[in-house]
């Protein structure tokens, strides 16, 4: 037992910080619904619904699509359709003709209909799909548009949706995953050496208490 105690004092001392992180960043993450952390909240319900793409009204383009979908944009059906190569283009259905890439005008008329204090946009700015911000993190050509409160909008140059809503929270909750997770150069890598090393020795510590918690302890009085 006195072995034990000391290996357990000694792995508490290895992975104290990294289990007080993860408490942290675990709190952190928790305080909120994930529903307002992705900025749900902002998102004006819109009646206009994805639907099936029937085969009959598939427009014909030159190059390989990876994807085809239909929305209603501003009233009118549009087919989405994604490349291989991660493009895509709209294409009006009623007339077959390619829709224009969205412009900022475009994009401000888009958040200011779709998102709670649309209108308040404090700057605009458009990233190409190999320069795209790091809280957005897809090849993805948009339009970043922060409001007033510091959210940033994000609408697709060529989808022309509402692509991502990154709130001030949903950055620091970004940065707390990033912790909990051991990664803050990607935020994406759940599985590495590193994580894996200090869960196991956590693991052992707290099997070392478990057993710590049963020993019986007895009062010894040491005459000098």
């Known amino acids: 037992m006195l072995r034990f105690a000391k290996w357990h004092i000694w792995l508490g001392w290895l992975v104290g910080i990294p289990i007080l992180m993860w408490m942290v960043s675990g709190l952190f993450m928790a305080a909120r619904p994930i529903e307002e952390?992705?900025?749900?909240?902002?998102?004006?319900?819109?009646?206009q619904p994805?639907?099936?793409?029937?085969?009959?009204m598939v427009p014909e383009i030159d190059h390989p699509v990876k994807e085809m979908r239909a929305y209603m944009q501003n009233g009118r059906a549009v087919a989405m359709l994604t490349a291989l190569d991660?493009?895509?283009?709209?294409?009006?259905?009623?007339?077959?003709?390619?829709?224009?890439?969205?412009?900022?005008?475009?994009?401000?008329?888009?958040?200011?209909?779709?998102i709670v204090g649309g209108n308040?946009?404090?700057?605009?700015?458009l990233f190409e799909s190999n320069e795209v911000p790091f809280d957005f993190r897809r090849q993805l050509s948009v339009w970043q548009l922060t409001l007033d409160d510091g959210t940033h909008i994000y609408v697709g140059r060529d989808t022309g949706q509402i692509e991502a809503v990154r709130?001030?929270?949903?950055?620091?909750?970004?940065?707390?995953?990033?912790?909990?997770?051991?990664?803050l150069r990607t935020?994406?890598?759940?599985?590495?050496?590193i994580l894996i090393l200090f869960a196991a020795l956590g693991v052992a510590a707290s099997i070392l208490g478990c057993i710590l918690m049963f020993r019986r302890?007895?009062?010894?009085?040491?005459?000098?």
């Open 86 to 114: 991660g493009s895509v283009t709209r294409i009006d259905l009623e007339n077959e003709v390619p829709l224009p890439s969205v412009d900022e005008a475009g994009a401000r008329s888009i958040v200011a209909e779709q």
């Open 217 to 224: 302890r007895k009062a010894r009085v040491i005459a000098k």
């Open 120 to 125: 308040d946009v404090s700057t605009v700015r």
């Open 37 to 47: 952390v992705r900025g749900n909240h902002l998102r004006i319900a819109s009646d």
């Open 50 to 56: 994805a639907f099936s793409l029937p085969s009959h």
């Open 187 to 193: 935020r994406e890598d759940t599985s590495h050496p």
């Open 167 to 183: 709130t001030r929270w949903w950055r620091a909750f970004d940065f707390m995953w990033g912790l909990h997770i051991m990664d």
